[in-house]
């Protein structure tokens, strides 16, 4: 398995190996002791926790036909300005990833904000 990383800080693939079996997993998304990592396909991406700014939920909706179709994606704000954008199959295991990183990691603001745009 090869490692890409979507931040600034590279690490060793042995490293990132032995950290990515011992992290707990929650669909796609696998919390480290060090890093985020996100497994979809045959690609695994990771991001060391030092590098994230913010991260939130972003649902997205659209018809099929007669059906509603859902999508969610973490989305991840790096300190290098990069917005990653990361499908989850399920929104409960999104909400599971925000949640254990606002619990270990305050520095990291979870949530979206609308900016408030002045009407004149």
């Known amino acids: 398995m090869k490692f890409v990383c979507l931040g600034r800080v590279q690490e060793e693939q042995e490293i990132l190996k032995q950290e990515y079996k011992s992290a707990e997993r929650l669909g796609e998304v696998r919390l480290g002791k060090i890093h985020l990592f ?47 954008k990361l499908r989850m ?16 990691h305050k520095e990291i603001k979870i949530g979206f904000e609308r900016s408030e745009r002045k009407h004149r």
């Open 38 to 84: 996100y497994r979809y396909f045959i690609k695994t991406r990771y991001i060391s926790y030092g590098e994230l700014r913010q991260a939130y939920l972003r649902e997205e909706s659209g018809e099929s036909g007669e059906f509603l179709l859902k999508e969610f994606y973490l989305m991840l704000k790096a300190a290098d300005g990069g917005l990653h």
């Open 89 to 104: 199959e399920r929104e409960v295991n999104a909400r599971a990833v925000l949640a254990g990183l606002e619990e270990t």
